[in-house]
């Protein structure tokens, strides 16, 4: 076995309310929404999720998870503890 360290990457991302009135999505997302990439589940009621179309099938995004665009423009989503523990403000 040896040891591995991530390469550093910049990514964009933020963090999903799941207000349907939201108004700080960047246009990557508002993009992807109108390509039918980002659809939702019940929105306007408690149990909107954001549901994100990847290479690896449907990924679910409830309100507080950030939505990451990746290194080649692939977006998913990532749960809140997890982000903050890989990522850092640039």
Not at 77 to 86: G, L, R, V
Request: hydrophobic share 40%; net charge negative; aromatic share 10%.
């Amino acid at each position: 076995m040896s040891l591995w360290r991530k390469k550093p990457v910049v990514i964009e991302a933020f963090r999903w309310t799941g207000d349907i009135d939201q108004t700080e999505d960047p246009e990557w997302a508002v993009t992807a929404i109108k390509a039918g990439v980002i659809d939702f589940h019940k929105p306007g009621t408690p149990e909107c999720r954001m549901v994100i179309t990847t290479l690896e099938g449907a990924m679910e995004a409830m309100p507080g998870d950030y939505i990451i665009k990746g290194v080649k423009g692939e977006l998913y989503p990532c749960k809140p503890d997890i982000f903050e523990m890989t990522y850092e403000p640039v």
